[in-house]
């Protein structure tokens, strides 16, 4: 069972770091990073699930922090909804990371994939849908249906992860009906929250790799900070596009992942 760095060859840091680069970037920009870097993971010799698991949180991280820093200096979004929903999602992380611990993640995969694929035909069918901020819900009801959202993504970012960012995304568009420049900005900070709640689990168990986790967080920070900056210069449009494209993907992979276990 592997502890850290000393045991790992130097071409799979490589590939580790290269992987947290390209997630972090993915992950600013539209959510799903967790599609690059949980694989990744998963293939550093003698890991086990829930320790790759839990240090590609702390990996996260990192990536979510600095998109979330950056897309707030730059968009600038309402706090009042974004800050109870982190609170309400971090606790719903922590809820789904003791659920990981304990029950294979195949039980959900399927209800995952049927939702991701009713996401991307939503999306691409309405072409309109994420180009300007036209909120659904007034007053009270607004903030009620924001801790909803947290509280079902949340617990699902700490049992599973990967798409997570997406899921908030689509939510806050649709259920919401913010823009998906705003959205992407919020979904940073509830995400920075929902990988802090798993974390809370995680560590105190020590499923944690904490050099790798650190190699991880590094590689993920410039990916998050490169992202957030070109997703606010490029816009609506380029974040749905991409947006569409890590559905997709990750759709195959989910897909993929149910079939293998049919298999086994």
Same mark, same amino acid.
């Given at each position: ?8 060859? $130097?071409?799979? =840091? ?9 997630? %972090?970037?993915?992950?600013? =920009? /539209?959510? !799903? @990073? +967790? ?33 979330? /820093? ?16 982190? =609170? ?29 694929? #009713?996401? #991307? $035909? ?7 849908? @994420? ?7 007034? +007053? ?17 970012? %700490?049992?599973? %992860? ?9 939510? &806050?568009?649709? #259920?919401? !009906?913010?823009?998906? &420049? ?7 900070? /509830? ?5 802090? %709640? ?7 168990? *020590? ?5 790798? @986790? ?12 490169? *992202?957030?900056?070109?997703? /606010?210069?490029? !816009? ?10 890590? =559905? ?5 992979? $989910? ?10």
């Amino acid at each position: 069972m592997v502890s850290g760095l000393e045991s790992i060859q $130097l071409g799979t =840091v490589i590939l580790i770091v290269v992987a947290g680069l390209a997630a %972090g970037w993915v992950d600013a =920009v /539209v959510g !799903g @990073g +967790g599609l690059i870097q949980l694989p990744a993971m998963l293939l550093v010799p003698g890991i086990s699930p829930v320790q790759a698991l839990a240090t590609n949180k702390m990996g996260s991280i990192f990536g979510t922090t600095t998109s979330a /820093v950056t897309y707030y200096g730059r968009v600038r979004p309402d706090l009042r909804t974004a800050l109870p929903m982190a =609170v309400i999602a971090m606790a719903g992380s922590y809820g789904g990371a003791v659920l990981a611990a304990n029950l294979p993640a195949s039980v959900f995969k399927p209800i995952i994939v049927a939702a991701l694929v #009713a996401v #991307a $035909l939503f999306t691409a069918f309405r072409p309109s849908v @994420g180009e300007l901020t036209k909120l659904r819900h007034e +007053g009270h009801r607004h903030y009620v249906v924001a801790c909803l959202i947290g509280a079902v993504i949340g617990f699902y970012d %700490g049992l599973i %992860g990967p798409g997570t960012g997406s899921f908030l995304i689509i939510a &806050l568009v649709s #259920a919401m !009906g913010y823009a998906f &420049l705003e959205a992407s900005a919020k979904a940073k900070i /509830v995400n920075m929250a929902t990988n802090a %709640g798993a974390l809370l689990f995680f560590v105190p168990h *020590g499923a944690v790799l904490w050099g790798l @986790g650190l190699v991880l967080g590094m590689a993920n920070m410039a990916g998050g900070y490169l *992202g957030a900056r070109t997703a /606010v210069k490029q !816009g609506n449009k380029f974040i749905r596009i991409v947006f569409l494209a890590v =559905v997709g993907a990750l759709i195959v992979k $989910l897909g993929s992942d149910i079939w293998q276990d049919s298999l086994a």
